[in-house]
């Protein structure tokens, strides 16, 4: 097939008007296309007045080397893609079968590619399957009432099912693993524009639809979920994993599960399980973060500063912002939702934590996105391994207090001068969940508060009215990645043999698509290692 690179049409455009540019530039009739497929569509904005989708097509023809040795067109070559390919299986044998302790991204891709080749593995997730939680998540923001095991971060789909269900990594991806997570999500009902569009995205209400599917593949092929379950200390021999011991949230009943292959898929905020896995003397370290807050925005600002002119024709539109401060702190956006809610995300009692969060037709009145503030062991005030986790504890503990249990809330222009806010705006919040004004401009140290602030001011050099004075402000985002890293080697073991960190928790991923990625290493590993274990 011929690969075109850089067509560009209005976005106004037709399919019918695509097919006579594709043929126009490869210089013959719409009827000689035997076929074409879009490999990426992008937003070119940089000329407001000319806003242009760009594509990549890959088109099927006649006596491809012929034609473009003819054209001599450097946006033409022969489209190569790296398949995707599952290894070889191991000869070790394998006398208990996978266990993966979380169902986010890594887990579930982990237990899909070991089901689907025979492994059947047993998948341990503390909260409830998505349809439940569902329930459990819309009336905690309905009531204030927490299930610690079954909210914002725990339950199957992870920490990212409820968000923008963002699907770009900046992961480099040599081995089709990308490609293979969004074939999957494919064909499991996610829509299909995700395999070409520049920045994807799924949106809560399909991401859990897709999850559950996945779920009921992974039980077809014999793999088993356990939900409601969480892993409460690890078995060991010598320095090799040869258990796990797990206790039934429902009851209160604890069993051991024998195992040599352990996946550690546990998320960020699986602080208990740090602190038992700490306890039993697997390595872990800290590790840098970031911390801020969501910022709203009304939509119709980003997005016509974004596209002018074009922004009613356009979905609604994202940003990404980033600035390097004298002071040595990096603050950037993340996890930005257009058309997107501010969402309570807690997990603890007594402790608070915000998200953000899109659903696929992303028509919420506001646009929001984590402004946050680099935070180092520096700042945690000690380097042992789960200083990061204490530092976030406390924080989200004096957002608690802000707020009173409710999401404390602050304008920009309030938060700046340090002085309380009573009203909203020009805009009110998108917010799931109770809230409450509170005095944000309190919650941090004072230099990461003026960095944040500097931040807010040097993004409206690029968006204009960034820092506007009722631009509102919701705290404490402090969930942005692990705070813990534990160590694997070039197999992706941990010291304490059988032990397989993966993910976001574990320190290695940032999003669902890095995560789910990283699942699939881990996958791929344990066919290298081990022969697929009989029935």
Known sequence: MIRIQQLKLPISHTEEQL?????KTLKMSVANIQEYFIKKQSID???KQE?????????????????????????????????YVFPKNGTRVLKHRPVIIGSGPAGLFCGYLLAQHGYRPLIIERGRCVEQRQKDVEAFWKTNVLNIHSNVQFGEGGAGTFSDGKLNTLVKDVKGRNKKVLDIFISHGAPEKISYMNKPHIGTDILMKVVADMRNQIEVWGGEYLFE??????VRSDNEIIGIICRNEKDGKEFEIPTEALVLAIGHSARDTFEMLLERKVPMEAKSFAVGMRVEHPQEMISQNQYGEAADMLPAASYKVTANL????GVYSFCMCPGGYVVNASS???RLAVNGMSYSGRNGKNANSAIIVTVTPEDFGSREPLSGVEFQRKLEQKAYELGNGKVPQQLFGDFEQRKDS?????????????HTFGALHTLFSEEITESFVQGMHQFAKRIPEFDRKDAILSGVESRTSSPVRIPRDENFESSLKGIYPCGEGAGYAGGIMSAAMDGMKIAEEIARRYKVPEA
Do not use: C, P, W
């Open 19 to 23: 097919k006579q540019k594709i043929a």
């Open 45 to 47: 904005a940089r000329k």
């Open 51 to 83: 806003v242009s989708y760009v594509y990549t097509v890959d088109v099927l023809v006649s006596n491809e080397q012929k034609l473009l040795k003819k054209l001599k067109n450097n946006h033409l070559s022969i489209a190569t893609d790296v398949a």
């Open 229 to 234: 379950t969480r892993m409460k200390d690890i």
């Open 326 to 329: 004298e002071n040595g702190r």
């Open 348 to 350: 603890e009692e007594g």
């Open 422 to 434: 009573t009203t909203y705006g020009a805009f009110e919040t998108e917010l799931k969940g109770a």
